[in-house]
């Protein structure tokens, strides 16, 4: 079984700082890596998808993918109170795609005004 | 983006009883459906996988005789839990994927037995 690791938190920000969120995974055949947010009671919303060394951006995001330490990183820039939620990192393998993913079990990330 | 609607969102049923949870792609054709089980403050887990036309795959540990999945069309898929217990209250979430490079999930159904 792949393991996806996070630190389940909560990671307390104070608003307009930079959040962190880390993510360690144990298949080293793993080609896909994503970043979901799930708010409380709701299913998770795709947040970036990442799938080759370095550095993605997409607005106040920027996901990070290192696959020789197998580690994969989410900042999130300017952090508002709307970004509290759980974090979910997956990785699935294969070849790119959104195919069979695996999950960490989240990263509880918590905004203060 | 696309939408896979999955109902009902909340239910309450008897210890012994069967619940069915709906998946419906509105604008796309699944031929994949991937169910999952969330626990509180616990991870995703995959229960099972279905393509359209086949028997679903499950994964190790999964009941498939207490967890029946249809998917015999193309834009509906089926999660029904037989024989409930209380432990089998969950957050139950379906996830669709027509082939390309992306997948949806639904919104998720809330179960508790009692």
């Known amino acids: 079984q792949k393991e996806v690791e996070q630190n389940s938190g909560p990671l307390s920000v104070p608003e307009g700082a930079i959040a962190s969120l880390n993510c360690t995974y144990s298949?080293?055949?793993?080609?896909?890596f994503f970043w979901y947010r799930q708010y409380s009671g709701k299913s998770p919303e795709l947040i970036m998808s990442?799938?080759?060394?370095g550095d993605k951006e997409d607005g106040r995001f920027t996901a990070q993918l290192n696959k020789a330490s197998q580690y994969v990183s989410l900042l999130i820039r300017d952090s508002q109170p709307s970004d509290s939620a759980t974090y979910l990192c997956a990785v699935s393998g294969g070849g790119t795609g959104f195919q069979k993913l695996v999950f960490g079990t989240g990263t509880r990330l918590l905004v203060s005004p | 983006g696309a939408v896979v609607s999955q109902h009902p969102s909340r239910v309450i049923c008897k210890s012994g009883t069967s619940v069915k949870i709906e998946c419906r792609s509105l604008d796309f054709q699944a031929t994949t459906m991937f169910w999952y089980r969330q626990f509180p403050k616990q991870s995703l887990m995959l229960m099972a996988t279905?393509?359209?036309?086949?028997?679903?795959?499950?994964e190790q540990g999964v009941e498939k005789d207490k967890f029946l999945i249809n998917h015999a069309s193309l834009t509906l898929s089926t999660l029904t839990v037989t024989s409930a217990h209380p432990e089998d209250s969950s957050f139950y979430i379906c996830?669709?994927?027509?082939?390309?490079?992306?997948?949806?999930f639904g919104q998720g159904t809330r179960l508790t037995v009692v």
């Open positions: 990442i799938y080759s060394n």
């Open positions: 298949d080293r055949v793993s080609q896909s």
């Open positions: 279905s393509n359209e036309g086949s028997k679903a795959t499950y």
């Open positions: 996830r669709a994927t027509g082939g390309t490079s992306e997948a949806f």
